[in-house]
Structures are given as C-alpha cells and as structure tokens.
C-alpha cells in the first residue's frame, strides 16, 4: 500500500513505456529506404518538425500527414506511411509487470503522451506495440485533448480531468521541456532516460515514493 502524498502516477509514453524511433533517418532504416536527401535541407526539417506538432494535435489526419511527408520527403506516400508506422517499436521489457503493480497500489495512474491516432491505436490494438493502457485510470493523448506537452493548457486539462492538486501528481518524462512545463505548475518529476533502462529507473522512482 502507498505511504506517499502523491495521488496520481502520470507516465509519458514514448521513451518511458514504449521504445521509439529516435530521429527520421533511424525511421527511414527501419521502413528499408535509403535516407531522404531532403532531410539535409533545414528547411525542410522545420516544416517536418511543424507538420508532427499539428498531427500531435489532431489539426491533421494519419492521410494527410503521409502525404505531406511524403512530399517534403521525396517519397511515396506509401513509403511514408510505413516511416510513420515503424517510428512507434515496441514497450520496454517489464512494461506490463510494472503497470500491473501501480494499478494494484493505493494511488490513481495516468499517461499523457504527445502522441498521434495511428500510433494510438497501434499502443490500443493486439499490435507488436501494445500497451495495456487500460490498466491505467486516465489516458491523455495530445490529438485528442488538442493540445501538446509542454503547452500548459494540457496540464491543467490532466489536473481538471483527474481534479487533483498539482503538487500531488508524480510525473515522468524523457524530455526537459516537458519537465520543466510540469515542474513550473507544482507537479513532482522526474526525468526518465531512454537508453538506461526506463523501467528499472521508473521502478526505483515509485519505490522511493512508497508506491511500490
């Protein structure tokens, strides 16, 4: 049973709970295509880089985001709907013993992912990356809320939501940014490193906390 203050456990998805591509051309290998010669434009990466943010969003469909990267790309658009599927890979080992044990402790679990609706669905559905995110009593996605981390309006649409005090919400994250926005609002944090065992350091986190 929990003795901490904390009142919910609020995990990011990518690079905490789940493996992911971590830049375009790792994706590009994985989907079998040489790297895009467009991808050395900087130019071209800003408006890559705007075009995720607005389908983290929900502001565009899984279709129409395929073929704007396919074209900012120089690909298909069937090569860029298999970039844009490979770049979600698969939960970190002891993903689902760790929600298991959260969800049987006395505290209420959530995730809250910038994230976009094929990716979601693949973490949802019977798919090399699932999750079992029904363990957890709140799922926060960026594309449907309409809103992304580190926007401070989708913080306080988790505090609303769950209608807990920020200073009681235990949140993990791989990005700084992301940290900082949650840190700044009273949440309690704590950055999650991508290549040192995720699990193992979310483990040692809720245990320090007496939720585990």
């Not at 919910?8 to 790792?26: A, P, Q, S, T």
């Not at 490979?86 to 929600?99: C, I, Q, R, S």
């Amino acid at each position: 049973m929990s003795t901490s203050t904390v009142q919910l456990v609020c995990f990011d998805l990518g690079n905490v709970l789940i493996d992911v591509c971590n830049d375009w051309e790792e994706a590009f290998n994985l989907a079998n295509l040489p790297p895009s010669p467009a991808m050395g434009d900087p130019n071209v990466c800003h408006q890559l880089t705007n075009l995720v943010e607005l389908h983290e969003c929900g502001h565009i469909e899984t279709d129409q985001f395929d073929q704007q990267t396919a074209k900012l790309c120089q690909i298909t658009t069937a090569q860029a709907s298999t970039v844009n599927t490979v770049w979600l890979k698969k939960p970190y080992e002891g993903t689902d013993t760790l929600l298991e044990k959260v969800a049987n402790a006395n505290v209420r679990t959530a995730c809250l992912s910038n994230t976009v609706a094929r990716h979601w669905q693949m973490m949802n559905d019977n798919t090399p990356s699932h999750l079992p995110l029904d363990r957890l009593d709140y799922r926060f996605a960026s594309h449907k809320i309409g809103q992304r981390k580190p926007t401070a309006a989708i913080y306080e649409h988790v505090e609303n939501t769950c209608a807990v005090s920020p200073a009681t919400i235990l949140f993990f994250d791989d990005r700084r940014d992301n940290i900082a926005a949650a840190t700044q609002r009273n949440w309690q944090t704590n950055i999650i490193n991508s290549h040192e065992d995720p699990v193992a350091q979310l483990t040692a986190h809720l245990t320090g906390q007496g939720i585990l």
